[in-house]
C-alpha cells in the first residue's frame, strides 16, 4: 500500500546520500520531491506541507558530523519526523484497573468494518489471555446480531444478544451480564450510518454515558481515503474518540489516511486491519510503520508474524531434522504452508530491510507457491521421503499429475537438492541447535555467502503483462466489493 510513496523517496534519498555536503538548494530539492511523494499518496495537503517544512528546518540546522555522511543524517531526520507525524509512541489499549471489566466501543459509518473488527480485536485479546463478550449493538441491520453471533461461534467467544429494546440498553445490559458470562473485556459493536447524523451521535453519546467505555475506538475505511480523516474530525466532535483502526489496508488505497490522521486529528491509530481474515488485524508500531514506509523493513513485525504462526514444537522437529539432513519434500511442503500463512509474499518480502525498495516493478509470482505445492502433492510418500528414486518416468508421472512439464518437476528437484547441500552444510556447522552450535549472526557475512549459491526456489519476473491482470484482478476485487 506504501510502495509508491516508498519508491519515491527512496529515489529522494539516493540523490542526497554520499554527498559530503548538503546544500539549501540540495534540501529544498529534495523536499519539494517528498512533498510530493506525499501528496501522491494522499496526504492531506496541509499535513505534507507542515511536514515538510520541519523537516527542512530541522535538515538545514543539522550539525555537521565528521565521518557521518550528511544524506544519511538527512534521512534519519525524514525518518525521525515520519515517526513522529504517525503519533510517535505506540498508543496501547487503557485496560479498566482492578476487578473492572474494560469496556471498548467501536464506532464508525456503515460498511468500515466495525463488525468484523470486533471479531479481530476479540480474538487477538482472547489469544493474550482475556475473556472477551462481544456485544451486538447494532439494531439497525437486522443480519447484523447474526453477523457477530457467527463470528462469535467461529472464534469460540460469547456473543451478547438481547432481543428487542435500544443499543443503550443492550450495552448497559451486557456490562452487568459480564460478570455473568466470566468476561473481562467487553467489545461493543455499534451501528454504522450512511454519513454522520444527529441520531446517530446522539445513540452513541448515550451508550457512551450508559457504559462509560475505556476507549471509543474509530472504525475507519483506508479506501475513503482523505474523506476517513473528516468523518474522524466529525465523530471527535461529538465522542471523546480514544483511538482509530484503520480497516482494508491491504487494498490498493495509497495510505495516504492513515498518515495524515493523526496530525489532522489527534486521534492516534491503534490497530491497522489488511484483509477479512479474522487474523488480519495488527498494533498499529508508529516507528515500524516509518521503517517500513521509508523502505527499511519491519524485522520486528516480521518476526511476530513468523511466531504467530509456526509451532513452536514443530519448529524444533524441523531444526533437528534439518541437523541431520533428513529435510523431506514434506517437510518442505508444511513450511510453504507455514509462509502462505504469513500473508503475501511480496508483503512479507517488503518488511525486509533494503528489499523493499527492490521489489518495486518485480512481480513476485505467488503462483509459483502453488506449482510446487501441486508437484509435490503428486508424489508419492516413497518420493517425498527419498526424492533420489525419482527417475524419468516417475517424474512423468508426477508432471502429469501436477499438470506441469518434466522440467518443472525436474527443476524443482534440482532446486531441493541444492538447498539440501546448503542445509547440510549448515547442519555440520552447527547452525541449528545442538551442541557446539555457532549462531547464525556470529557467522561473518563471507561464511555465509559461501553456504549459498543454490537457485532461487522463486522465480521473480519483470512486471509486465502479469502485473496489468493483477490490478485488474484487484479492480474487479474492488466492485465486489462496493456490492
Ligand atoms: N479487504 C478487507 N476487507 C475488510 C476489512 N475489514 C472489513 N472488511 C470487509 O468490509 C465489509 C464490511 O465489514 P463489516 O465489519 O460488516 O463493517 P461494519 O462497519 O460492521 O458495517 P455495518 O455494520 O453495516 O455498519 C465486509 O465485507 C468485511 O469483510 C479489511 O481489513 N480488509
Ligand atoms: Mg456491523
Request: hydrophobic share 40%.
Given at each position: 500500500m506504501f510502495e509508491s510513496i516508498t519508491d519515491s523517496l527512496n529515489k529522494v534519498f539516493r540523490t542526497v546520500l554520499g554527498k559530503a555536503k548538503l546544500s539549501e538548494d540540495n534540501v529544498a530539492d529534495a523536499m519539494k520531491e517528498v512533498r510530493i511523494a506525499l501528496l501522491e499518496a494522499d496526504v492531506n495537503n496541509r499535513v505534507a506541507a507542515a511536514f515538510v517544512d520541519r523537516v527542512k528546518t530541522l535538515a538545514l540546522g543539522m550539525e555537521v558530523i565528521p565521518g557521518i555522511d550528511p544524506g544519511q543524517q538527512f534521512v534519519k531526520v525524514v525518518y525521525d519526523q515520519l515517526v513522529a507525524l504517525l503519533g510517535g509512541a505506540t498508543a496501547g489499549i487503557e485496560w479498566a484497573a482492578g476487578k473492572q471489566p474494560t469496556v471498548i466501543m467501536l464506532c464508525g459509518l456503515q460498511g468500515s468494518g466495525k463488525t468484523t473488527t470486533a471479531g479481530k480485536l476479540a480474538r487477538r485479546w482472547k489469544a493474550e489471555g482475556k475473556r472477551p463478550l462481544l456485544v451486538?449493538?447494532?439494531?439497525?441491520?437486522?443480519a447484523a446480531i447474526e453477523q457477530l453471533k457467527v463470528l462469535g461461534a467461529q472464534l469460540d467467544i460469547p456473543v451478547f444478544t438481547q432481543a428487542g429494546g435500544n443499543p443503550v440498553s443492550i450495552c448497559r445490559n451486557s456490562v452487568s451480564a459480564a460478570q455473568l458470562h466470566g468476561a473481562d473485556c467487553i467489545i461493543l459493536d455499534t451501528a454504522g450510518r450512511l454519513h454522520v447524523d444527529d441520531e446517530l451521535m446522539g445513540e452513541l453519546d448515550a451508550i457512551r454515558q450508559a457504559t462509560s467505555p475505556q476507549e471509543i475506538l474509530f472504525v475507519c475505511d483506508a479506501m475513503i481515503g482523505q474523506s476517513a480523516v473528516d468523518t474522524a474530525e466529525e465523530f471527535k466532535r461529538r465522542l471523546p474518540l480514544t483511538g482509530a483502526v484503520m480497516t482494508?489496508?491491504?487494498?490498493?488505497?495509497?495510505?495516504g489516511a492513515a498518515l495524515s490522521l493523526r496530525e489532522s486529528t489527534?486521534?492516534?491509530?491503534?490497530f491497522i486491519a489488511t484483509g477479512?481474515?479474522?487474523?488480519?488485524l495488527e498494533e498499529f508500531h508508529p516507528d515500524r510503520m516509518a521503517g517500513r514506509i521509508l523502505g527499511m523493513g519491519d524485522v520486528v513485525s516480521l518476526v511476530e508474524r513468523a511466531q504467530s504462526v509456526i509451532d513452536e514444537k514443530e519448529a524444533a522437529a524441523l531444526q533437528e531434522k534439518l541437523a541431520a539432513n533428513q529435510f523431506t519434500l514434506d517437510d518442505f511442503l508444511a513450511q510453504l504452508a507455514s509462509i502462505r500463512k504469513m500473508g503475501s509474499l511480496k508483503d512479507l518480502l517488503g518488511m525486509i530491510p533494503g528489499l523493499g525498495s527492490q521489489l518495486?516493478?518485480?512481480?513476485?509470482?505467488?503462483g509459483q507457491f502453488k506449482n510446487i505445492e501441486a508437484i509435490i502433492q503428486s508424489m508419492t510418500k516413497a518420493e517425498r521421503a527419498n526424492?533420489?528414486?525419482?527417475d524419468g518416468r516417475r517424474r512423468r508421472r508426477i508432471a502429469r499429475g501436477a499438470g506441469k512439464t518434466d522440467k518443472d518437476v525436474g527443476e524443482l528437484l534440482k532446486q531441493f537438492g541444492e538447498m539440501r547441500k546448503i542445509t547440510g552444510r549448515m547442519g555440520r556447522l552447527g547452525l541449528f541447535g545442538g551442541k557446539g552450535q555457532q549462531k547464525l549472526e556470529s557467522l561473518s557475512p563471507g561464511a555465509l555467502s559461501s553456504l549459498a549459491g543454490g537457485r532461487s526456489l522463486f522465480g521473480s519476473k519483470k512486471a509486465g503483462s502479469k502485473a496489468q491482470q493483477k490490478k485488474k484482478d484487484r479492480k474487479k476485487d474492488k466492485k465486489k466489493r462496493r456490492k
Open positions: 451486538a449493538a447494532d439494531v439497525q441491520r437486522p482494508k489496508m491491504d487494498s490498493d488505497a495509497r495510505g489527534g486521534v492516534a491509530l491503534k477479512e481474515k479474522l487474523d488480519a518495486k516493478g518485480m512481480d513476485i509470482d505467488e526424492p533420489e528414486i525419482i
